[in-house]
């Protein structure tokens, strides 16, 4: 994440919070994906952009460890108000603070829209390298018929064919178990990918 989008939604932060920031806004079949994806984890996981934390809280609340990790400091300060008890942090996504091989699962739900293409790959190596092998990924992201950048509600933000965003995961050493789409009068394209962490990789 580049400053300027740092800046953006530290900027919108309560009110990002206030529309989007609650399970009540999310899909119930986006809401069963990561449920049944969560479920059979082994280990940890890393909420990578977890914003102002509902996703965390919900996985922590049906027994699962797992901690939020934002760039945003403002989405930290109101994910621990909201959730007291649950961990939250500010890192980076490129450079997460997790040995090596230590992380059971780690979920990216658009907090990766934002990267540049060419960037792209920083994160989903690094998600590689925490992840232990055969540990899970999974990635929420806006569908679309080619990577084009497009004006998000907070700051620009890029749409990626599922099979694009999926040869990226191969390159940083993921194995493609499912991909999903979603479509729905109102909304964008919503395209998700269920990753796996290569053995030996």
Known sequence: MTSEVRDAYAARAVEYGEHLGSMAAVHPSDRQLVDDWADGLD????????????????????????????????FVDLARASYPGVRFEVGDLDALEAAPASVGG?????????????AIQRPLAEFARVLRPGGG??????????VEPFDHAVTRAHRWPID??????????????????????????????????????
Request: net charge negative; charged share 25%.
């Open 43 to 74: 280990g940890e996981i890393v909420d990578a952009g977890c914003g102002p934390g509902h996703w965390t809280h919900h996985l922590t609340t049906r027994g699962l460890a797992c901690r939020g990790v934002d760039q945003v400091s403002g």
């Open 164 to 201: 694009r965003m999926a040869e990226e995961a191969r390159v940083a050493g993921f194995e493609i178990v499912e991909t999903r789409r979603r479509t729905g009068v109102g909304h964008r394209p919503h395209a998700a990918i269920v990753a796996r962490r290569l053995e030996g990789g």
């Open 106 to 118: 780690v979920l990216a739900w658009y907090s990766l829209i934002h990267h540049e293409p060419d």
């Open 137 to 146: 990924l999974l990635l929420g992201f806006f569908d679309g018929p080619m």
